[in-house]
């Protein structure tokens, strides 16, 4: 059975950072690719980045690039989300997912989620 489990969310201050985890098991992911979701209250899941399981591709949303970057640590099976400089917009329940193949933007593709973890930023 293939899990995802995140971790890393909190309260931080406008300019500050979290690096959010998300460790996969059930499954070998060699081929996938990870992605990262979020969800502010009263909106549509939005893209936020993606990884694939090589690590060697990656892509992000226009509103996180330079800020945020995704990395992965295949010996642990874990997909990290370092978050610099955090706005108040960033606010919003982050989700990992996985996928078959090739990185991609359309949450509709990603075939197992996490229960996701709440970021607030806020001063």
């Known amino acids: 059975q293939v899990q995802l489990v995140e971790s890393g969310g909190g309260l931080v201050q406008p300019g500050g950072s979290l690096r959010l985890s998300c460790t996969a098991s059930?499954?070998?992911?060699?081929?996938?690719?990870m992605g990262w979701f979020r969800q502010a209250p009263g909106k549509e899941r939005e893209f936020v980045s993606a990884?694939?399981?090589?690590?060697?591709?990656?892509l992000y949303a226009d509103s996180v690039k330079g800020r945020f970057t995704s990395s992965i640590d295949n010996a642990k099976s874990t997909v990290y989300l370092q978050m610099n400089n955090l706005k108040p917009e960033d606010t919003a329940v982050y989700y990992c997912?996985?996928?078959?193949?090739?990185?991609?933007?359309?949450?509709?593709?990603?075939?197992?989620w996490g229960q996701g973890t709440q970021v607030t930023v806020s001063s």
């Open positions: 059930g499954r070998t992911f060699s081929g996938y690719a």
């Open positions: 990884v694939s399981w090589s690590g060697r591709n990656t």
């Open positions: 997912a996985a996928r078959l193949t090739d990185i991609d933007r359309t949450f509709r593709t990603y075939a197992y």
